[in-house]
């Protein structure tokens, strides 16, 4: 079965500090991922997604994702990041053999000054 | 309409109290999921709709959780004789057509239910 793992419960960071959020995943075939965030009160917001092609993705937000196939994963880095950045982001998992997400228990950002 | 909008956004019930939550999906969009998000935790898969046929319930903790679609575009999430571990926020997603899955979500904010 396919799963998601992110080791960090909680990241704090300075404001302007690079960021890199780890998502590690368990799936046979290629996966699609996921990047969402997730502000206080509020649901799910897509950051970017990788289907395939190229394994460096782009999202919004300035936030960009990068697959690494022989890692098992699909970290999320920002170079500099905003005090709006504070929020949970979860890494999710989908395959073609299901069309439920599988999503990991998030990581929370905090930002400090 | 413009995005996927549940309601109630807070519900509190007595332990044992029937209740259902609402979620309206964008217009048009085939497909809805409904997600439980326990404190601390990511989303969590109950069930799916295509159109008004619940193709799974898989994810349904048990037989007090109910979900319906019928006329293929509204959603109601009932839970009958709430028990404290129902506390939870209930999520309700969207997408346009099953892409297995490449299903590009679109999140309502979400139902926050307590049971005291």
């Given at each position: 079965a396919q799963s998601v793992t992110q080791p960090d419960i909680h990241i704090t960071v300075s404001e302007g500090a690079s960021l890199e959020l780890r998502c590690n995943y368990s799936y046979g075939a290629t996966p699609y991922l996921f990047w969402y965030v997730q502000s206080p009160g509020q649901g799910l917001q897509l950051l970017l997604k990788y289907f395939?092609?190229?394994t460096l993705v782009q999202g919004i937000k300035g936030f960009e994702a990068e697959f690494k196939r022989s890692q098992s994963s699909f970290n999320l880095r920002k170079p500099s990041v905003h005090w709006s950045d504070a929020a949970e982001y979860f890494c999710a998992v989908g395959s073609n053999s299901g069309y439920a997400l599988n999503f990991g228990k998030g990581t929370s950002l905090l930002v400090t000054p | 309409g413009a995005g996927v909008s549940q309601s109630p956004r807070y519900k509190v019930a007595k332990r044992g109290q029937d209740v259902a939550l609402r979620c309206d999906p964008?217009?048009?969009?085939v497909s809805l999921f409904w997600y439980q998000q326990a404190l601390g935790q990511g989303p969590e898969f109950l069930t799916y709709f295509q159109n008004e046929a619940q193709l799974d319930k898989s994810g349904l903790p048990s037989d007090r959780f109910f979900a319906e679609r019928p006329e293929g575009s509204v959603s109601t999430l009932k839970i009958q004789r709430?028990?404290?571990?129902?506390?939870a926020v209930y999520l309700c997603a969207s997408t346009?057509?099953?892409?297995?899955?490449a299903n590009v979500l679109t999140f309502g904010a979400g139902s926050r239910l307590t049971v005291l």
């Open positions: 395939s092609g190229d | 964008i217009s048009g969009h709430t028990q404290q571990e129902d506390s346009l057509r099953n892409r297995d899955g």
